[in-house]
């Protein structure tokens, strides 16, 4: 509990509704969708704007409260976790669009404003953002650029961090910079608008964001494939790729995704194959066609058992929403489910679906895999219950051994998810004693005091 | 499942009491992603996570998981939630948060009794008025005696329902003009017309036969020029929502288990309401009665019942009689037909079957409206915001009429669009049918 003057300060400094600390609001405000964690904060606020925010921080400083940034929790490594208890700022509520440029095309809002509110704002304008995590829905754009988030059509228009042309961001002391414009170049220092990107709230809190905007694709054709064999959609996956043709998204979900998947929204998906990829291409009609040809011969080619085209955009929506389910719906079969974020590079992707099954059997698990094929970014699930501790320990088990294969391909332990506190001795392995040095110089700058988001990314030095 | 009652268990999860507590397994189905935040009235209002379908779980999880009592906050939560149901439809993972709390409020009865006059008041409107359809038509002997008696019944015992500051103007302002109850006047066996299809027993509920005579009316109507023998037992009783709604879980098993026998013995091919909270209900009978009913007579009982939409459009609708209704319409989704049954393309489907009807789309149809059972009473305010976001998505379809499907929303955006100034007539779906159902 939080001694009564800490408190009075942050009430007259944010108002009243705006501090949160009876034990049932800091029970729910202590996890996000990473299993098994959870932790609690002593206090909760909800700034509403960036001085709020610049008075929290110097409240929490005075006080040395730990300081945990959140946006609507629906992270995958517990980035918003507040494993040190003390203040968690919630950002939820400063979600006011403050501008679409339409001569400069870019968007100005808050850190709260939600992905998809984001997308549809600027739609209305003729507009496109890409970046489409899974939980677009729900996911705020401070989240989305804290963790760098990826999405369904990273593959053709990359993700968060292509699209971040300036933040204001409070740093712990409670002072404010600015980074970054609306000019398309800007060598002008160092890039901490990109360090800053998918920082995971260790640096500073950020309270608002510019974002390029594009103009949308005028044309799209959505394909759906299945396979016998999962290895047989890997293969598909290198092969459009090696033949120069760039989708905008191209998923893969396993036979157990399917069945979980189709367990919720019932729209009729193949319940008895090994595997199926949503394709996507768009852009110019004539290219679409182009490349829509070039997609359906090359699946043909490798050996799809059937090749579908979606008749309508609704239906294409339909199966992009289903795939967006695909975490939620695997937690259908069993209480736990652990997921993991690799990523190869992708001419490994078919190597890594046997390496996975393999692994399935070493250890005896129930696994799901679904993800973002075309990027080489892998979703393997283990389906599991958390209270039986010989599962778990092999599923752990299933995750090291699959990390240093991956590792030893070039790929990473964290395509989009960030690394949080799941990833830390993974991200070790990764980047190696030298490179965890260089980190922690560069939170020391930022953070001398390490009140901000304390024990993410790399363990402390007391750890 | 939540709905399962656990009175037969004799060890008891956590912080909850052994009799009709959620399973552990409820709870821990949740694994947090959030989905259903977006489709949250309460989150909508509040932002406040406590108040999410999501946040909701994870203080069912800690009580079930001893880390919390079963506190005064548990309880608010678990009143505050409209129970709409709406995070049930967008959870991929498949838990029923609504449920989860359906199962709480019942907890809080256990764990917090209320005082001596707020337990006497309880019981005499759930275990003796409700259960008795004849004591209830009695206190409506004279309709408007029945108004003023109402309101003076609400007066009295306001502090003990907790309704919130506005109630009085509004409960008095949504009571629609009342005729005389509809259960008296509707014969045990209306016959088919034309082509006969088959025989259907008609589940009329208590607030249909009290304040939505006309809309029954129709309904047998428009079923026995379909072609089938409308069977509507005299000794129907409520279907048990009040109770679950309440917490009170006992005298709704006794009201199913009365019901149940009551149908089955009738020999009807299917049992048909027009009310979307009766028909939820009554599906819901299954898990109610789980442990204590025969389980053939459960699954028998289950295959029959369905909401009147879901039935024509099951059936199909004879259309070739219908007359021409030339009006523009729009369709609000009741919660407890959308996301407590899965019903949305069957209404609209009839829609568009009657003769000269343009149905126009309104944005958010299955957004909750704001009654939510006794909840627009109890939280007037928040109920008003909830409403508000209703009816500027019906302003903007320009719309004639606005078409729902069960008495609770229809009190309610009746009182609305009349509060509001909206031009738009407030019709039940059956309404609309009926008025193309030729005599």
Redesign the interface.
């Known amino acids: 509990m939080l001694d009564k003057p800490i408190l009075e300060s942050l009430i007259q400094a944010l108002g009243t509704k705006a501090v ?1 600390s ?4 800091l ?3 202590g ?3 990473t ?1 098994g964690l959870h932790h609690l904060p002593d206090v909760v606020v ?1 700034p509403t704007s960036t001085e709020q925010v610049q008075a929290a921080l110097q409240i929490a400083r005075q006080h040395r409260l730990p300081i945990t940034p959140r946006g ?3 992270g995958l490594s517990g980035g918003s976790i507040p494993i040190k208890g003390g203040m968690v700022l919630c950002l ?2 400063m979600n006011r669009i403050l501008e679409i440029d339409e001569e400069n095309l870019t968007a100005t809002c808050q850190a709260g404003v ?1 992905t998809l509110d984001l997308f549809n704002a600027v739609a209305e304008k003729g507009l496109f953002y890409p970046p489409d995590p899974g ?1 677009q ?2 996911s705020t754009l401070g989240g989305n650029v804290m963790e760098d988030a990826g999405g369904l059509r990273g593959l053709k228009y990359g993700v968060t961090r292509d699209y971040v042309m300036a933040l204001k961001c409070v740093l712990p002391d409670g002072s404010l910079i600015s980074t970054g414009g609306k000019s398309v170049k800007d060598v002008a220092g160092y890039a901490f608008k990109d360090l800053l990107v998918g920082s995971e709230g260790t640096l500073g809190i950020i309270t608002e964001i510019t974002v390029k905007l594009i103009p949308p694709p005028q044309d799209k054709r959505t394909f759906l494939a299945y396979f016998d064999e999962i290895r047989i959609a890997g293969a598909a996956v290198s092969k459009i790729i090696a033949a120069k043709i760039i989708p905008s998204t191209m998923e893969i979900m396993d036979k157990a995704t399917i069945n979980c ?1 189709e ?2 929204v019932k729209i009729g998906l193949p319940r008895q194959m090994a595997a199926l990829l949503l394709i996507e291409v768009d852009g110019h009609p004539a290219m679409v066609a182009e490349e829509a040809e070039g997609v359906e011969r090359i699946l043909k080619e490798v050996g799809a058992a059937e090749v579908h085209v979606a008749k309508d955009a609704e239906e294409a929506a339909s199966l992009a929403a289903a795939r967006r ?1 695909a ?3 695997l ?2 079969v069993s ?3 652990l997921l993991e974020d690799a990523t190869v590079p992708r001419s490994m992707l078919a190597e890594t679906f046997t390496l996975i099954e393999r692994l399935t059997e070493k250890y005896r698990l129930t696994v799901g895999t679904f993800g973002h094929a075309g990027d080489g970014n892998l979703h393997p699930t283990v389906l599991c219950d958390e209270r039986n501790e010989d599962e778990m320990q092999r599923a752990h088990a299933f995750y090291d051994e699959l990390y240093e294969q991956v590792l030893a391909w070039g790929g990473t332990v964290s395509g989009e998810h960030g690394i949080g506190i799941a990833k830390k001795d993974y991200l070790a392995r990764q980047i190696g004693p030298g490179g965890v040095a260089v980190m922690k110089r560069i939170k020391q700058a930022f953070d001398p005091e390490g009140i901000l988001n304390p024990g993410k990314i790399f363990a402390g030095d007391q750890e | 499942m939540a709905g399962k009652d656990k009175q037969a268990k004799p060890d008891k999860l956590g912080n909850f009491t052994a009799q009709d507590a959620p399973s552990y ?1 409820d709870v ?8 259903c ?2 489709t949250c009235p309460t989150f909508a209002l509040t ?4 108040s999410s379908p ?2 909701r779980v ?2 069912a999880r ?1 009580v079930a998981e001893g ?2 009592d079963f ?1 005064e ?2 309880k608010e ?1 678990a009143f505050f939630c409209l129970d709409c149901r709406a995070c049930t439809t967008a ?4 838990v029923r948060a609504g449920e989860v709390m359906e199962v709480c409020r019942s907890q809080s009865h256990q764990q917090q009794p209320l005082g001596h006059i707020g337990k006497s008041f309880r019981h005499f409107i759930l275990q003796r008025m409700l259960p008795d359809p004849d004591l209830l038509e009695k206190s409506l002997l004279s309709a408007r005696l029945y108004q003023r008696l109402g309101i003076q019944w609400l007066v009295r015992h306001s502090k003990v329902m907790k309704l919130g500051p506005a109630w009085m103007e509004k409960a008095e302002g949504m009571l629609p003009d009342l005729e005389a109850p509809l259960r008296p006047q509707l014969p045990e066996l209306t016959p088919a017309r034309g082509e006969k299809r088959g025989k259907v027993g008609f589940f009329l509920g208590c607030i249909m036969t009290l304040m939505y005579p006309e809309v029954s009316r129709q309904t047998v109507r428009v079923l026995s020029h379909q072609g089938f023998d409308v069977v509507t037992p005299k000794a129907t009783k409520c279907c048990g929502a009040p109770h679950l709604n309440e917490g009170d879980r006992q005298t709704a098993r006794a009201l199913a288990q009365h019901n149940l026998n009551l149908f089955l013995a009738a020999d009807v091919d299917y049992i048909v309401t027009d009310c979307a909270g009766c028909g939820a209900s009554l599906k819901e009978y299954e898990e109610l009665l789980a442990d204590e009913a025969d389980h053939a007579k459960l699954v028998s009982f289950r295959s029959k019942i369905r909401d009147i939409s879901e039935f024509l459009s099951e059936v199909g609708l004879r259309t070739a009689e219908l007359k021409p209704v030339k009006r523009s319409v729009t369709y609000h989704e009741p919660c407890h037909l959308c996301h407590a049954q899965g019903i949305s393309r069957q209404p609209r489907e009839l829609l568009r079957q009657i003769p000269g009807i343009e149905l126009r789309e309104m944005k958010e149809a299955s957004w909750c409206c704001g009654s939510a059972a006794t909840w627009g009473l109890k939280f007037s305010e928040e109920s008003q915001q909830v409403l508000e976001r209703k009816l500027n998505n019906v302003k903007q379809t320009g719309a004639d009429i606005l078409i729902t499907a069960n008495p609770g929303c229809q009190l309610q955006l009746a009182w609305g669009v009349r509060e509001a100034g909206l031009p738009q007539e407030v019709q039940h779906l059956m309404e609309l049918l009926g008025a193309a159902t030729p005599d």
């Open positions: 949160v009876e034990t049932e609001d029970l729910v405000l996890y996000d969708s299993p909800y609507s929790g629906t939820n509520k939600v939980s829905k729900i998947v367990d919720y389910t975490l939620s719906a937690a259908r209480p736990t489910t | 397994e821990l189905q949740c694994m947090r992603c959030g989905f935040l977006p932002g406040r996570e406590r999501r946040g994870a203080l800690a880390k919390l506190t906050a548990v939560e959870c991929p993972s498949g």
